[in-house]
């Protein structure tokens, strides 16, 4: 009972103190909270904001490992020097970035690496340039004879292991970059310590070149995260030299010598900075001469002196790290921090501040940036869409001296010697054999003089534009298909007093009936091909549009043409980038996905493949190659020609010589072969027809052998009739809907000249052939 109303009693306590119980709890607990907030901490605080390292090191052990670190001045600070003791006040922890004072370290990873493999014991020079006018060509051979004789007078016959090796050359227009710039050259196995040094001689161009392709490359190399970002650093050195006309840029900052300038600065970034003699820089109307051999003698000192010491040394302070690249760093530094600041300052905008459509925004334009001179770059300037091909251009100047007619900005017209040749009844082109056009009746034209390849065997070496891009002024369609007609029929007037010329042949060339946009460059990569192909069938002129599989996109959205062509010059990868040298660094997939597009449309267009053979690159043990491309795409005829070779020294430097060509018996062993491997494989494919003066053999599908008979050529009157009712009404057609049977002369193994003509010899070669058949 006793515990009963003990229980009882403090139960009734409780209903009756509890909230003042609680109240004290709760103010108890504040307070210890406050007291604990407030009191300051029994053991002593340093200054020093910085958390501890998760590799925890006392500060003496810090102090020394900082100290012998490369001579970098150790980090100290004032408020370390005093330890706090329990009565002084202790100073707040600032949250946040914590200023450190010192000087700037010297940089561990831009210094030399002559250190790294075998010693240096031979220096072999590189001479690289650009030329669309011969200058600079003429300029290269002059220090390539310098080098050569510094070679000859530098040779010690008592010491063999060491020396300097007589320099080698090359044209920037037919080399792959990949192979000197992408990573340097390695040394020959017989000779480990050989290093080289670029010697780069380049004119400036205010118009589209393999330069602007060749600094792009730099340009993507150095920021390539899957790349060393000194990838070239190997090299002992490297050196630039400039050309220009003041007259055009009186100065620098108006872009004299710019590219020279470009090319220096992203050549000092991927050597890490081993320029081994500064940029020199000559007019080419007054002090080129003088100029390149002061900067050649002094070229010449510089490599000896890099074989005598063993590399260029520690740079500035020293001989081969000049003050000016470390400068440049600093400003790119500084200026990526002011744009930065400035894009950030600039991200919240009052929505009152906004003036759609205003003037002064319209005026307002991408700021330049200036890669080509150390400091402040330049006020900005307006940027504006540059010409492909400016009239006062180079580029203009050797196209028109070719024999063609620029039309607009960037396209182009011309007469084949087939046209010259038909219209004296000497014989069409294989086109007509295969096809049924006949060449006077042809213009061959291009909406486009920019390609994105560099082809060993094209005609047009360093004279046409090159780009991935389109990044040019873009003429009109209209202007394009009125220009092209004009520059084609004043060209055949001028056939007009040729003798030989039929009089029927005339009047028939004064009406186009085919248009082969296949002149030179890419067709597809005109934005506006669409609407410039209905102008030509508008017309009735049929299209022949050939491209070389580098724009997919272009060619997933091609309207429909007459017949499609693709250039297929390789049949594997390393092969297509030897032969093609594309631009694109993915040139391989964009093949790969020109071929699906093309087995898509076959049954839609006319789609050809045109193999080139050239001998010694993509003829020996390749046909299985071809074959596999010819499974993958299913084209409706396969084109097979030997190269042709233009004659002149530019071929020569892209390694195509006479040797190359291969002769009318290998391009039928080669087209025998391989329609025994189509068979093989079980593709229906047969040799329809062959045009003997072209070197050309025409294999087609079955498809097109209809009633024991080949039906390779194209009934135009046929397909227009097609493709305006398709315009109708919707109605869809086939390639087989406008064939027509291919006439006998041209069948394989009848040689495919038009007995209509007359076969010219020239040379004896008609007495020749005479006496083997008798």
């Known amino acids: 009972m006793a515990e009963l109303s003990l229980t009882e009693g403090l139960v009734t306590i409780w209903h009756s103190y509890r909230i003042p119980i609680l109240i004290a709890i709760a103010s108890v607990a504040i307070i210890l909270q406050a007291y604990r907030k407030f009191q300051p901490k029994s053991k002593a605080v340093t200054a020093s904001s910085i958390p501890p390292s998760p590799r925890s090191q006392t500060p003496e052990k810090f102090e020394q490992t900082r100290t012998g670190e490369s001579e970098k001045p150790a980090v100290t600070e004032k408020s370390v020097t005093k330890p706090a003791s329990g009565n002084d006040p202790v100073p707040k922890v600032v949250s946040g970035p914590k200023r450190v004072s010192g000087k700037k370290p010297l940089k561990v990873a831009g210094r030399r690496r002559e250190d790294q493999g075998p010693p240096l014991s031979f220096i072999q020079p590189i001479i690289f340039f650009a030329s669309l006018t011969a200058t600079t060509e003429r300029y290269a051979q002059i220090l390539l004879e310098d080098l050569r004789t510094a070679a000859k007078e530098r040779a010690d016959p008592e010491n063999r292991e060491r020396g300097l090796l007589p320099p080698q050359i090359h044209d920037l227009s037919y080399i792959d970059f990949d192979d000197y710039f992408t990573t340097a050259p390695k040394p020959p196995s017989t000779s480990p310590g050989t290093r080289y040094v670029y010697c780069l001689l380049i004119p400036t161009y205010n118009i589209d070149t393999v330069l602007n392709t060749f600094l792009g490359h730099l340009d993507e190399t150095h920021h390539d995260f899957r790349i060393d970002t000194s990838s070239l650093s190997t090299l002992a050195g490297y050196s630039v030299f400039g050309f220009g006309d003041k007259e055009g840029w009186p100065t620098e900052e108006e872009g004299f010598c710019s590219q020279a300038k470009e090319l220096d600065r992203w050549m000092a970034k991927l050597t890490g900075k081993k320029r081994a003699y500064p940029l020199g820089l000559g007019d080419v109307k007054s002090d080129a001469e003088s100029a390149l051999k002061e900067w050649s003698q002094g070229l010449q000192n510089i490599l000896v002196d890099i074989l005598d010491n063993g590399g260029l040394g520690e740079g500035v302070p020293g001989s081969g790290d000049p003050l000016e690249s470390d400068e440049e760093d600093l400003d790119d530094e500084e200026n990526d921090g002011n744009r930065s600041k400035r894009r950030n300052d600039q991200d919240v905008v009052d929505l009152e501040d906004i003036k759609m459509g205003s003037d002064e925004q319209s005026g307002s334009g991408p700021v330049p940036v200036d890669f080509t001179t150390a400091g402040k770059s330049a006020a900005p300037s307006q940027s504006t869409v540059k010409e492909m091909?400016?009239?006062?251009?180079?580029?203009?100047?050797?196209?028109?001296?070719?024999?063609?007619?620029?039309?607009?900005?960037?396209?182009?017209v011309k007469i084949c010697r087939w046209t010259k040749s038909a219209l004296r009844g000497r014989g069409s082109c294989y086109k007509f054999s295969f096809y049924g056009i006949r060449s006077h009746l042809c213009m061959e034209a291009t909406p486009s003089l920019s390609c994105s390849n560099k082809c060993i065997f094209c005609w047009r070496h360093g004279t046409n534009p090159v780009g991935t891009t389109w990044r040019w002024k873009v003429d009109s369609p209209d202007l394009i298909f009125q220009g092209v007609k004009e520059g084609h029929y004043k060209k055949i007037k001028m056939m007009r007093g040729v003798p030989g010329v039929r009089a029927e042949r005339f009047a028939e060339a004064m009406r186009i009936r085919h248009c082969a946009l296949s002149l030179v460059g890419e067709p597809i990569f005109y934005p506006h091909i669409n609407e410039f192909l209905d102008m030509l069938h508008n017309e009735?002129?049929?299209?022949?549009?050939?491209?070389?599989?580098?724009?997919?996109?272009?060619?997933?959205?091609?309207?429909?043409?007459?017949?499609?062509?693709?250039?297929?010059?390789?049949?594997?990868?390393?092969?297509?980038?030897?032969?093609?040298?594309?631009?694109?660094?993915?040139?391989?997939?964009?093949?790969?996905?020109?071929?699906?597009?093309?087995?898509?449309?076959?049954?839609?267009?006319?789609?050809?493949?045109?193999?080139?053979?050239v001998k010694g690159f993509n003829v020996d043990d390749e046909v299985i190659g071809y074959a596999n491309l010819v499974e993958k795409a299913l084209p409706c005829f396969i084109e097979i020609k030997g190269v042709t070779y233009c004659g002149t020294s530019t071929s020569a430097g892209a390694g195509l010589t006479m040797q190359n060509v291969p002769f009318y018996e290998e391009i039928q062993e080669f087209v025998v072969s391989l329609n025994k491997e189509l068979e093989r494989r079980g593709l229906d494919y047969g040799i329809a027809a062959e045009h003997a003066h072209s070197c050309c053999v025409l294999l087609a599908s079955t498809r097109f052998h209809v009633n024991g008979k080949w039906h390779s050529r194209i009934d135009y009157d046929r397909f227009f009739e097609l493709l305006e009712k398709e315009k109708a009404d919707g109605t869809p057609f086939r390639p087989e809907d406008y064939m027509r049977e291919t006439e006998e002369w041209a069948l394989w193994g009848n040689g495919g000249f038009d007995p209509n003509d007359q076969r010219v010899h020239k040379k004896g070669k008609k007495k020749a052939l005479q006496a083997a058949t008798e």
């Open 389 to 412: 091909v400016p009239k006062t251009s180079p580029t203009y100047a050797a196209l028109t001296k070719q024999g063609y007619t620029i039309v607009g900005s960037h396209s182009g």
């Open 540 to 613: 009735h002129i049929s299209s022949f549009l050939v491209c070389n599989a580098q724009h997919p996109d272009q060619l997933e959205t091609l309207h429909r043409v007459t017949q499609l062509y693709v250039s297929i010059d390789a049949s594997n990868r390393e092969s297509l980038r030897k032969i093609d040298r594309p631009l694109h660094r993915d040139f391989w997939e964009r093949f790969q996905r020109c071929l699906d597009i093309l087995r898509e449309k076959r049954h839609v267009q006319r789609t050809v493949f045109r193999l080139t053979l």
